[in-house]
């Protein structure tokens, strides 16, 4: 008799057949709570890129990805990566109706894009925004999204860390990352990262994995990174970032001492954006190629060795260098001519137009 008593007991504990549900706990009705709230402010994100298949034919490639609204006309936050090379993007809301979407610029070297919906009058639920310099390790937060194309999925953790630093498929450093154990996988990217007041902290972009799949280690952009490039997308439909406006091969020690150039660093100036900073500095480019150790080595311009008090060894080094400056600040650079050290400081501008032909620094 005993023990139906104890099983009665640990039935109605849990919720048997017929129970009434049990109230919730604080947190688990702020997770309510967020879910309605912010919910209608996600968008699911379906792509059509062409790609070429083995046999060179054009076959289009479908992608799922998720975005944030981010103003009640239509402007939504999302990953590069997600739309950056698709041909046809379409945007589902919560409510499961579908538009088209127009491209309206993307920024690479930030991994974000914003793309625009016309919803022909229905209102759209923008996100407010949050402050990075208000977050702290161990916070919850909440992930919104579309996880291998399960629209509307919630997912909450931590802030595992803050000032991480992840690289762009363009090789360019993000700064300031956040990183959490909330679960994040494929189709999550350009998705909001929430704090437990509903606003957005940051994008989800990318995790670590070994297996494909959420593994506790995820990323987002940062939210000040997130409004600063988004509303310059917005508006002139690309980032303004200084950039010298140069080209390089970084050198190695053993090409550096073969070719009789003292010191065991430095990037090989191979050509210059005559409209560049680092032209208008008088910086040199090379002039010809000799062959070393059956490789080509551009010789006969300025060998750039620092950038201020920082070694630079590789473009990636200059790039990592350059990635947080701004318009108006003054940088001097060091460099050989000739095997004698030279330098010079340039007030840093807004780029022009970033040439087609590859990476500026």
């Known amino acids: 008799m005993r023990r139906v008593k104890l099983l009665l007991v640990a039935v109605l504990a849990c919720g048997g057949a017929g129970a009434a549900p049990s109230r919730l706990l604080p947190d688990e009705q702020n997770n309510v709570d967020i879910y309605h709230r912010c919910n209608p402010g996600v968008v699911n994100i379906t792509t059509v890129t062409l790609k070429r298949d083995f046999f060179f034919d054009v076959v289009p490639q479908q992608g799922t990805g998720s975005g944030a609204i981010l103003r009640a006309d239509g402007f939504i936050a999302t990953n590069n990566h997600v739309v950056g090379d698709a041909q046809k993007v379409e945007v589902t809301l919560h409510d499961k109706s579908s538009y088209p979407a127009v491209f309206v610029g993307a920024d690479p070297d930030s991994d974000l894009a914003v793309i625009r919906i016309d919803t022909q009058g229905k209102k759209l639920v923008p996100l407010e925004l949050g402050k990075a310099g208000e977050l702290a390790v161990g916070q919850k937060v909440l992930a919104i999204g579309n996880p291998f194309g399960l629209g509307g999925s919630l997912s909450v953790g931590i802030i595992s860390s803050l000032g991480r630093d992840i690289r762009a498929t363009t090789d360019r450093l993000i700064k300031d990352v956040i990183q959490t154990d909330a679960a994040i996988n494929p189709g999550n990217s350009g998705g909001p990262l929430l704090d437990s007041a509903g606003r957005i902290i940051g994008i989800n972009a990318q995790i670590f994995s070994q297996s494909g799949g959420s593994e506790g280690i995820g990323f987002a952009i940062s939210i000040d990174t997130v409004a600063r490039v988004t509303s310059q997308l917005i508006e002139y439909g690309r980032v303004l970032r200084p950039e010298l406006g140069m080209y390089g091969v970084g050198l190695s020690p053993a090409i550096l001492a073969g070719l009789n150039i003292p010191g065991s660093h430095g990037v090989m100036v191979t050509e210059l954006d005559p409209r560049g900073l680092a032209a208008k500095a008088g910086l040199r480019a090379a002039d010809r190629e000799l062959v070393f150790y059956l490789r080509r080595i551009?010789?006969?311009?300025?060998?750039?060795?620092?950038?201020?008090?920082?070694?630079?060894?590789?473009?990636?080094?200059?790039?990592?260098y350059m990635v947080d400056k701004k318009e108006g600040q003054e940088i001097t650079v060091r460099f050989l001519r000739n095997r004698v050290s030279k330098e010079v400081r340039i007030k840093l501008a807004l780029a022009k137009p970033r040439s087609r032909r590859g990476k500026s620094l």
């Open 298 to 320: 551009p010789v006969g311009g300025d060998l750039v060795t620092h950038i201020d008090s920082t070694a630079v060894a590789s473009l990636r080094d200059i790039l990592d």
